[in-house]
């Protein structure tokens, strides 16, 4: 249990600090621009970042969607994000 927490906490200091590198989710953003259009389907949103800069006018709405809650209830906070929703792993 506790090293799930502890994980948990290392994965949000790992996107925080992805989140202030703004070049590198450009260059991630530049190489998906030219494919969005109509519904977008963010697996593993995280924070959002990516999503974020979505402003084309062919993506008609985006919907956010992660394995982890708190994730999710981050993403929920920013009033942006209207579509988030949790995905469960399957049991193999």
Known sequence: ML??????INLFKTLSVIRGSLKY????????????QGTVLDIGSGLGDIA??????CVEEVIL??????????????SRFIYCCCVSWPNF
């Not at 090293?3 to 948990?8: D, E, P, S, Y």
């Not at 989710?25 to 969005?36: F, G, K, M, Q």
């Not at 974020?52 to 006018?57: F, G």
């Not at 982890?68 to 920013?78: C, N």
């Open 25 to 36: 989710n450009a260059w991630l953003y530049s190489c998906i621009r030219c494919h969005l």
């Open 52 to 57: 974020r800069q979505i402003n084309e006018p």
């Open 3 to 8: 090293n799930a927490v502890v994980r948990k």
């Open 65 to 78: 969607s992660d394995y982890d809650p708190q994730m999710l209830q981050a993403l929920k906070l920013q």
